[in-house]
């Protein structure tokens, strides 16, 4: 009797805890982003979930899985599994990576396509990587970028982001801020750009973050 007991205190505790728990969320869908870099990608959605003033409750970010594609899928998998049983669910989980040179790819694409889970992940991924986002809020472009000497197809992207934002560099905490007024040009430009690539049977360059972007905007 007395064993019954305590197993029901603990159970009408952990109850009690997830409950206080989903309290705390807002009645709107509940959010993974599992981003490749440690800093650059979560710093920019971190600002983004701030300025639109998203509770952080229902849009969690995580940087810290590798920078592999294959290692930001194992991160989300693992994060959502385990919120799910603790009976709190992601609505969505996001996987943030690039394409740049990855060997693991095409074959983690198709596992978040594909896979069990396909309905509630989403693969927002930049080729050749998430700079080319941030340069489609100056211009448009669809020149395609290739690895040169000893300089990768990412830095070739950097370069050109450098000449129209000289002040840039990886892990900046204010970059969402600093090329807000440009958002909306920048999702055209990746909207007009993705088109363009998928008529061409390339997807070099592309980007889906505007999609990322364009949900969490309207997430409310």
């Known amino acids: 009797m007395g064993s019954d007991n305590l197993f029901h205190k603990r159970k009408a505790k952990a109850t009690d805890r997830l409950e206080r728990r989903k309290a705390k969320r807002f009645p709107y869908e509940r959010v993974l ?6 800093k650059t990608e979560p710093n920019y959605f971190s600002e983004l979930i701030n300025f639109y003033k998203l509770n952080s409750a229902n849009v969690a970010i995580d940087g810290t899985c590798g920078s ?4 930001v899928f194992e991160r989300a998998v693992h994060l959502a599994q385990k919120e799910e049983q603790k009976g709190d669910a992601f609505d969505r989980v996001y996987c943030v990576f690039d ?3 990855h060997e693991s790819y095409n074959e983690t694409v198709i ?3 594909t896979g069990k889970s396909h ?9 050749p990587c998430f700079e080319y986002w941030l340069l489609l809020h100056f211009q448009y ?13 990412g830095n070739q992207v950097l370069k050109e982001l450098k000449t129209l934002l000289p002040t840039y ?13 440009q958002l909306e040009f920048a999702k055209v ?10 008529n061409n049977h390339t997807d070099n360059p592309s980007t889906y973050i505007h999609e990322l972007v364009d949900y969490l905007q309207n997430l409310k």
Do not use: Q, W
């Open 33 to 38: 982003i599992v981003c490749e870099g440690e």
């Open 68 to 71: 592999t594609p294959k290692s």
């Open 99 to 101: 394409k740049d040179n």
């Open 111 to 113: 596992k978040i396509l």
């Open 119 to 127: 309905k509630t992940f989403y693969a927002a991924v930049s080729i």
């Open 141 to 153: 472009t669809t020149k395609p970028y290739h690895t040169k000497e000893n300089s990768s197809v």
């Open 169 to 181: 560099t990886k892990g900046n905490n204010d970059i969402f801020a600093s090329l807000y007024p």
């Open 189 to 198: 430009n990746a909207r007009r750009a993705l088109k363009y690539a998928k």
